[in-house]
């Protein structure tokens, strides 16, 4: 099972408001939803950025609904792990 629609409006406003991309999909529609982690804060202290860290979501944040599997997710992977890790490299 993999992400297809917001299950709830606060999960929906996540993926559609702001412009810091915490919650977003992977590779667009089809893909995983995976949090982002940022290192806005570490820049902005002076300390030098970790990168990026992402992590599949796998239930929703604000109401707690399953989004996805970690089956789906891994099946995904390795269906596309080398375009995984290109566009891995790309967002470092
Ligand atoms: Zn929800």
Redesign the pocket.
Known sequence: MIFSN???????AALTGGEDNVLKLLDGEGSPLVLVSHSVWGQAAGKPAKGRVMAPVYF??????R?QTREGVKRLAERGVKAMAEMRRDLK
Do not use: E, I, S, V
């Not at 917001?6 to 929906?12: A, F, N, R």
């Open positions: 917001p299950c709830c409006d606060d999960l929906k929703c944040p604000f109401c707690g609904k989004l």
